[in-house]
């Protein structure tokens, strides 16, 4: 009945594989009767994307049907499609659909699935649907309900892995909390002060107070999001570690009272307090500190009777001093990266450790093998404070799936990341046999996961990976604070990149003139009212290009046998050669000159270029036909505040007529579970406020007008 032949049933017992809480390996006579194994033959996921998709593959592998579950926004979405079954919860909002406890308990029951997993997030922590689970006769593939529930409120967790001797950071967990007792206690503790909500993860309701001046307003704003997050706005308070990394280690334990812990991961490179890049093992490292922090982890996870797959957090200093932080009483988002150096399928554990089998491995068995990274890849503005963001995937081309490249996804080319949930794209995970190497694979996948439609981090992430500290693995909490200069660098707009801009655009408009008469397929480009057949003989063109508000003037003279003369703006002309193909639905520019040859990948899209390099992506956008600029295309700006980002309006501070000054908070906007203030944006009295509460607005919508002072 169990995999990899390590389980032994003797005489009506099993061989209970339990692990000594001193040096955690077998205690080969002790035996316990067996709990009930119920095979499982049919899961419903109850969550959506990625996760979802993950857990629909491993269901599938192991010939165990699915069932999905989806809101109105995700009808189409790939977890759908990929599951044997679906059945619809409601409308977009989580609220009215994933977070309905009641329907999703009925879909199980209307499917006939025997067990639900959480994946993460939703309800994957929430101690009342366990318990109802439980109640119903529905499996849930998680840890008992009394797990979530010591473990889920940090206050409670603090006393429990004291008492454990799991070293724990001083801090203030009380029950009183009153503004003034929070006040006293953090006076007590010191500042930088860290204020954390007791439920939860995510980083959310989560600030940092780094003088007692900030307090009162940190301390709000992380109950406001602490409730609209979690319905609880009681909070923690504790020291906090300047320059820390942020270490955690993955343990996993079943029904029979086995732990075991599969290494440690380093997750400390994060904005928002949330991960952005983990990697396994943690750099750095020492043998003697990673068998500490495993099995620190294992008596965490055995001081609460923990089942299933679990995530133990600390917080180390630079001497490796490691202080429990929190336990993820889920399958966390970056487990990956775990199963990679120890060759196994976590999710295939958690059904098999659900349906009352035995871990298939104990300690003696875990073996780690190599390195890998994980990259989280958002629809986001780096820029602009990482501002998370929405809309549709126009183009999308990702690197190729291997045993050593993992692309987690669960969006396609033409799907659109919704404003009403986390707006991740994907994972890229990668593995080799040391960290140099692994690092190398990362960033030469990141170069080919090319995203056109929204904004992304993928730059972002190509600039981290290649950052002199983070090759070193001198990483910390503060990383991007710390280098923000460095991952943020201006970037050159060369002749070379210009010219394959515009000649890319004149071959592919040649081959579109091949393949349809003489016809253009793109109205928006400078050449579509070009004769095209004549584009094989000597002619002249001059056009625009735009990149990075500059505009350069570009002069092409055709040539005999695909040669051209390129002259851009004042620069000396040149002579250069120019190529375009495609393969494997990714179609590329080669440009040779002086010499030299650069190569790129090009998408074409709405008059647009994007060109994406080695060393990033760059577009471009050409001029504008006559006739379409005739049209009277373009944008209107309107005054006052406006949106950042796409968002739902969660409460509004100021009324009409209202004076307001700069920097006065005017509203709060959720986006992507987080919370945003809206400030006014220069002193005035407000005209209109052109939302309520509830409403959701677009990127750029005007939220409030008003009169500045000066115009009055």
Request: charge should be neutral.
């Amino acid at each position: 009945m169990g995999i990899y032949g390590i389980r032994a049933c003797l005489a009506g017992k099993y061989v209970q594989r339990n692990l000594c809480t001193t040096c955690y390996s077998l205690s080969p006579n002790a035996t316990k009767a067996a709990p009930k194994v119920t095979p499982l033959s049919k899961i419903l996921i109850a969550n959506r994307g990625e996760i979802a998709c993950r857990v629909i593959r491993s269901a599938k592998r192991l010939g165990i049907q699915t069932v999905a579950v989806y809101s109105d926004a995700d009808r189409n979405a790939m977890h759908v499609a990929m599951a044997d079954s679906a059945i619809r919860l409601g409308p977009a909002p989580s609220v009215e659909s994933y977070l309905r406890q009641d329907k999703v308990l009925e879909a199980a029951f209307k499917t006939g699935a025997q067990a639900i997993h959480p994946g993460y997030g939703f309800l994957s922590e929430n101690v009342e649907f366990a318990e109802l689970c439980s109640k119903e006769g529905i499996i849930f593939i998680g840890p008992p309900a009394s797990a979530i529930r010591d473990m889920g409120i940090k206050s409670t967790s603090k006393y429990i892995m004291s008492a454990a001797g799991v070293p724990v950071i001083h801090g203030y967990h009380g029950v009183d909390q009153t503004d003034e007792k929070l006040r006293h206690e953090a006076e007590k503790i010191g500042f930088p002060l860290m204020i954390k909500a007791v439920r939860g993860g995510g980083g959310k309701g989560m600030r940092i107070a780094l003088t007692p001046s900030e307090f009162e307003n940190q301390l709000e704003s992380a109950k406001r999001e602490a409730q609209k997050s979690f319905g609880d706005q009681v909070m923690l308070l504790e020291r906090y570690v300047e320059r820390p990394r942020h270490v955690e280690v993955q343990v996993f334990g079943d029904k029979y009272d086995n732990y075991v812990y599969l290494f440690e991961r380093d997750c400390s490179v994060q904005r928002r307090h949330q991960k952005i890049i983990e990697e396994a093992p943690g750099p750095g490292i020492s043998n003697e500190t990673r068998k500490q922090l495993g099995e620190a982890a294992v008596r965490a996870a055995r001081a609460v009777g923990y089942v299933g797959a679990g995530t133990v957090e600390f917080i180390m200093d630079p001497q490796q001093n490691f202080f429990f932080m929190e336990m993820n009483t889920r399958l966390q988002v970056e487990h990956p990266v775990s199963e990679m150096i120890t060759n196994t399928d976590l999710v295939e554990w958690q059904l098999r450790v659900a349906s009352g089998e035995p871990l298939p491995l104990d300690q003696s068995q875990i073996h780690l093998n190599g390195h890998a990274f994980e990259a989280r890849i958002y629809a986001e503005e780096p820029k602009n404070n990482f501002l998370p963001g929405a809309g549709p995937l126009l183009h999308l081309t990702t690197p190729k799936p291997s045993s050593d490249v993992r692309v987690e996804t669960g969006v396609a080319q033409g799907d659109v990341v919704s404003v009403f949930y986390d707006p991740m794209i994907a994972k890229l995970v990668v593995w080799s046999i040391d960290r140099a190497s692994a690092l190398r694979k990362l960033r030469s996948c990141l170069s080919e996961y090319n995203i056109v439609g929204l904004n992304s981090n993928v730059d972002f992430l190509m600039h981290l990976s290649s950052h002199p500290k983070f090759i070193e693995g001198d990483v910390h909490t503060d990383f991007i604070t710390q280098h923000h200069g460095d991952l943020f660098p201006s970037k050159p707009v060369t002749d070379s990149l210009v010219g394959q801009a515009v000649l890319a655009s004149i071959l592919n408009e040649i081959n579109v003139s091949s393949s349809q008469q003489g016809s253009t397929s793109d109205p928006y480009s400078p050449f579509a009212s070009y004769p095209m057949s004549r584009l094989n003989h000597t002619y002249q063109k001059n056009v625009k290009i735009t990149c990075q508000d500059n505009t350069y003037d570009v002069r092409v003279t055709s040539c005999e046998n695909g040669l051209y003369k390129l002259k851009v703006g004042q620069s000396e002309e040149i002579d250069v050669s120019a190529k375009l193909s495609v393969s494997d639905n990714v179609t590329s520019i080669e440009l040779s000159a002086n010499g030299e040859i650069s190569k790129s990948r090009v998408v074409f899209l709405n008059g647009n270029v994007h060109l994406f390099t080695k060393d990033g992506s760059v577009a471009f956008a050409m001029e504008k036909p006559s006739f379409l600029t005739s049209l009277g295309q373009g944008s209107i700006k309107q005054g006052g505040a406006v949106a950042p980002m796409p968002g739902i309006i969660e409460k509004i501070l100021v009324k009409d007529g209202e004076e307001v000054k700069l920097g006065q908070p005017l509203l709060v906007m959720i986006a992507m579970k987080m919370e945003y203030i809206i400030r006014a944006p220069e002193s005035g009295v407000v005209q209109k406020v052109n939302y309520k509460v509830g409403d959701s607005v677009a990127k750029n919508a005007a939220l409030v007008r008003f009169v500045s002072t000066d115009k009055k």
